[in-house]
């Protein structure tokens, strides 16, 4: 039988079958995995701001946290959302390469405030310290952060890191803030 053969009188060939179903085997798509982190967006950006020495016992009360009153520390971040879904940070670690020592106590707005998409927030984080004076130092900055509060968040979103120097740590006033003020970021 040859290319023409018919199946029965005027129908169609083997061959015109054999080609059409050649043509109709469906087509497997297959998609890689996309990491969640990129489902969800970028990171947000975080710009480093002032860092101050709370003076004394004046200001301890302030942030409503239990600080040091000789060893209270204030640090400002810029995070701007610039995801698709609101963003909370969950929380600031603080280090530093000269033997000086950070935790931190709370932050103004509170971790777990929402940041809407496109929307900024000035972070003033607090924390208590092994040193007592205006200080420098080379820091390093976690801010962890995700997309539901409170954490962790399922896409498990790697920190945003900073690194930077501080070349002091003034009193709030001694920078031109008001007793108890806070820096803008």
Known sequence: MGDSTHVSGEGISRRTVTKAMAWAVPTIAIAAPIPAFAASGPPPVVTVGPALKWPGASCTDEPGTPL?????????????????SII????????????????????DPAFGTPIAPGGMVCLHVWANSNNSGNISFDAHAEISWGHNWPGPDPDNHAPVTKDWHVSSTPTPTAAGYGQCGYPPC
């Open 68 to 84: 040091d009153a000789n060893k209270a520390y204030m640090f400002t971040f810029n995070v701007d959302n610039n995801t698709s």
């Open 88 to 107: 909370y940070i969950y929380g600031v670690t603080l280090t530093t390469t000269s033997g000086i020592t950070f935790a931190v106590y709370g932050a």
